[in-house]
């Protein structure tokens, strides 16, 4: 079984920074794409960036101030976020494509971390 599990979520002042982490455990073959998203109350979940074998991309909202990073020797992923702002409060997860032991392809997801910025 896989598992995700984020940390570094919490109460930040505008113009502030947080770094997001998200380690991968369990058995598979190897890990494919990985991402986070984000959603805040009464939206959907969006993405918010996204980093594979090609390169990394970015919601428009959040780019220059948003850097995902890989460590695929701990099977992580971070988020660094610079620059906050109150829109960018939301719970955020980690998101991965991962490929099992029997090389089948799957989506999972971790429980999610909260981001409050105020203003």
């Known amino acids: 079984q896989v598992q995700l599990v984020e940390s570094g979520g919490g109460l930040v002042q505008a113009g502030g920074s947080l770094r997001l982490s998200c380690a991968v455990s369990?058995?598979?073959?190897?890990?494919?794409?990985m991402g986070w998203h984000r959603q805040a109350p009464g939206k959907q979940r969006e993405l918010v960036a996204r980093?594979?074998?090609?390169?990394?991309t970015y919601a428009d909202s959040v780019k220059g101030r948003f850097t995902i990073s890989r460590d695929n020797a701990k099977n992580t992923v971070n988020l660094q976020i610079n620059s906050l702002k109150p829109e960018d409060t939301a719970v955020y997860y980690c998101?991965?494509?991962?490929?099992?032991?029997?090389?089948?392809?799957?989506?999972?997801w971790g429980q999610g971390t909260q981001v409050t910025v105020s203003s």
């Open positions: 980093i594979t074998s090609d390169g990394t």
């Open positions: 998101n991965a494509n991962v490929r099992n032991i029997y090389y089948n392809d799957g989506e999972y």
């Open positions: 369990g058995r598979f073959f190897r890990i494919n794409n």
